[in-house]
Nanobody, 119 residues
Framework: QVQLVESGGGSVQSGGSARLSCTAS?????MAWFRQTPGKGREEVAA????????VYSDSVKGRFTISQDNTKKTIYLEMSSLKPEDTATYYC???????????????WGQGTQVTVSS
């Protein structure tokens, strides 16, 4: 079992920036950030292969969000810039053992952290 602990988030004004962090208890193949709003499914916004890099992004955040990792391969970050009200969501960190151009197949989940963007 892999435990994931997220930090960051909060409230930010439209056009602003925010940073999320997530630390895993064990090294996995890949990690990712998903987000979810009430009444909608969970959307994978960014994912990274912890051993080979090669991040992927959803079209909705491409060019605005950046996923990165530290050299322990247990911590990832999500740098979010040019935030929009529609980015408001609960953001979840995930980890898994299978990665492709479609992202990280999540097996383990964090508790989620709220990001609210006000106009």
């Amino acid at each position: 079992q892999v435990q994931l602990v997220e930090s960051g988030g909060g409230s930010v004004q439209s056009g602003g920036s925010a940073r999320l962090s997530c630390t895993a208890s064990h090294v996995t193949v890949c990690m990712a950030w998903f987000r979810q709003t009430p009444g909608k499914g969970r959307e994978e916004v960014a994912a990274i292969d912890l051993h080979y890099g090669g991040p992927v992004y959803s079209d909705s955040v491409k060019g605005r969000f950046t996923i990165s990792q530290d050299n322990t391969k247990k911590t990832i970050y999500l740098e979010m810039s040019s935030l929009k009200p529609e980015d408001t969501a609960t953001y979840y960190c995930a980890a898994g053992s299978s990665y492709s151009q479609n992202g990280c197949q999540a097996q383990f989940w964090g508790q989620g952290t709220q990001v609210t963007v006000s106009s």
